[in-house]
């Protein structure tokens, strides 16, 4: 009898264990702070991902600064900023000022598109569609913008769908006609900024991503895939648009050719918790988890998430290497 | 004299106080080389944003100077109801954080607003323009000179200005003769912190005006699209021209002071 009540005693102890082994476990490698430095235009899924993350595992707390793309990356580079994810909405701002100094890899996870966004108040509203958006902004009295290519891709892009326009469209100097449109005055640093803008309506047309748009619920005008910048199938056709932007000191410039919007997403080197980055990543890459949430927020997401080279792919953190694809 | 340890406890605070203002200062100030701060000065853009900032500067001073001299004289010399809650509102700039100063002076000046309407029929434009950068400026700097000159007015007695009443001086005459010349020192002091705030802000101009760029806007700017090393310098010019303007103004005060 006595024996038997022993036995009982330790099978309890036994299914407690059993059951609590895995809640401690996964509730308790992820802590700590994690930095993640990303583009204005992921600001609003990454904060519900922050929150789906943080009701999973209590004890970790996820702290984010947005700003444009090159700012995120100058806070590494020039001002040395602890970051543990760095999430651009240009991949190839990755490429080129972190790798290979402050990261090894870069994976794409997400694309977007250009719209152009409205409101009920805005001059023609009433009248504007995919067909004759480039007139409307041509009109005298039309307040339109976009944000500084220089600081912001959505403002190089902003100009590139413009010049993609005169070419499928085919009509000969209407970049140039447009911009001499749109004073130097309208343009703000981020694409977001310009939300407000229209919001207090101080502006008519703004040019933001789908996923802004669609995020702060603003009227918008869908345009062409061959110049929306949304679909690397036109890629061959984006090239063709060509935008100089700051090159690296000022007076002089670079130029940026066209390509689909695609974003890149990597871990820092130094991460200061790189146990629990790579914990968010892998929630983040899961179509279940993060990519779902940029689908739902208009920012259509890659499934599986994308590396450009198997080299790229085997540098990667283990658990993360079966999450991606090899795809150029 | 035997020195008390309070004396010990003021001199090492100042001490620290002094290292805390003056090393990020002095780190900021010694960085770029001397090159590149020729190079920089040579750039129409920077000594165009320097000089907007002080011009729009000046102007909010000025406005406040004009419009907020009579009320500091009103607050310092007269008791009425709501009188705290005027004062109160008078500070609320100073708590507000920036950016909401920006996107609130953006929707008075929209056109989802009658005002904005108004002016846009006016064909004035804040968005985008000096106008409303200085509408910005004012709208950060006044409390300072407001406080500061209401501060002035309530240290002068005002027997001194009964006397001149009972006289037969106007109220106005009285205060131009009477009053500005003992307080003129405080006002002034007001108008150089109202400069000294303007000149600072950032994150409400940003939302109003990107372009015309003043200077901190630049230095933002050249820091996100050419990095640390092309906007310190900007920062350095800015802080040296608005140290030496503040400067001079400061020992005008002085020098006078000791006259009287």
Not at chain 1, 65 to 86: F, N, Q, Y
Not at chain 2, 60 to 78: D, E, M, N, Q
Request: net charge positive; glycine share 6%; aromatic share 10%.
């Amino acid at each position: 009898m006595r024996e038997k009540s022993g036995c009982k005693w330790l099978l309890y102890v036994i299914i407690t264990i059993v059951i609590l082994l895995p809640c401690s476990k996964s509730s308790g490698d992820v802590s700590g702070k994690i930095i993640i430095f990303n583009a204005g235009s992921l600001t609003l899924p990454f904060a519900r991902m922050e929150k789906e993350f943080e009701a999973r595992y209590p004890k970790a707390d996820i702290l984010r600064e947005a700003a444009g793309s090159r700012k995120c990356a100058r806070k590494i580079t020039d001002l040395k900023k602890p970051c543990d994810i760095m999430a651009s909405a240009d991949f190839t701002v990755i490429d080129q000022m972190l790798i290979p100094k402050y990261a090894d890899w870069n994976i794409r996870f997400a694309t977007n598109r250009l719209v152009l966004c409205y409101m009920d108040k805005s001059k023609y509203s009433k009248e504007v569609n995919a067909q004759n958006w480039f007139e409307i902004l041509g009109r005298k009295g039309v307040v339109w913008g976009h944000s500084d290519p220089n600081l912001d891709p959505c403002g190089y892009r902003s100009l590139m769908v413009l010049q993609l326009a005169e070419k499928y469209y085919k009509i000969p100097g209407l970049y140039e006609r447009l911009i001499a449109n749109r004073p130097k005055e309208n343009i703000r640093p981020k694409s977001v900024e310009l939300v407000s803008l229209l919001q207090t309506g101080n502006m008519d047309y703004a040019w933001e991503y789908r996923s802004v748009a669609v995020q702060h619920e603003l009227k918008f005008v869908e345009l062409a895939d061959q110049i929306n910048l949304g679909n690397y199938k036109y890629d061959e056709f984006y090239k063709k648009a060509v935008v100089e932007v700051a090159g690296k000191k000022p007076g002089t410039t670079i130029k940026k050719k066209g390509k689909s919007c695609t974003y890149g997403i990597t871990i820092l080197k130094d991460a200061p918790n790189k146990e629990a980055a790579i914990s968010i990543l892998q929630y983040m890459l899961d179509p279940h988890g993060g990519l779902k949430v940029l689908q739902e927020m208009g920012q259509p997401p890659f499934i599986p998430c994308r590396v450009p080279t198997a080299a790229m792919r085997k540098s990667l953190p283990r658990v993360l290497q079966k999450m991606v694809e090899v795809k150029d | 004299m035997k020195r008390e340890p309070f004396f010990w406890i003021t001199i090492s605070c100042g001490v620290v106080i002094m290292a805390f203002i003056l090393l990020p200062l002095i780190q900021l100030m010694t960085s770029p080389s001397l090159g590149m701060l020729r190079e920089t000065i040579q750039d129409k853009d920077v000594v165009r944003s320097i000089w907007l900032s002080i011009y729009t500067a000046g102007l909010a001073a000025l406005i406040s100077f004009v419009f907020g001299t009579p009320l500091a004289y009103l607050l310092a010399r007269r008791e009425f109801s709501g009188k705290r809650f005027v004062e109160g509102i008078i500070d609320l700039p100073i708590a507000i954080p920036h950016p909401v100063v920006g996107i609130a002076i953006l929707s008075v000046a929209g056109k989802n607003h009658w005002i904005g309407q108004v002016f846009s029929e006016l064909g004035v434009r804040v968005m985008g323009s000096v106008t409303g950068i200085v509408t910005v400026l004012t709208f950060v700097g006044i409390p300072f000179y407001l406080n500061a000159a209401k501060t002035g007015f309530e240290s002068i007695s005002p027997r001194l200005e009964k006397v001149s009443r009972s006289l037969g001086a106007s109220m106005f005459s009285t205060f131009v003769r009477i009053t500005f010349p003992l307080a003129w020192r405080s006002m002034l002091i007001g108008i150089i912190m109202c400069c000294a705030r303007a000149i600072s802000e950032f994150g409400a101009v940003v939302i109003v005006a990107y372009h015309p760029m003043i200077a901190p806007v630049l230095i933002y700017e050249r820091f996100e699209a050419y990095g640390l090393r092309y906007s310190q310098p900007v920062a350095v010019w800015l802080v040296s021209i608005c140290l030496v303007l503040f400067l001079i103004l400061r020992i005008l005060t002085l020098r006078n002071a000791k006259e009287i």
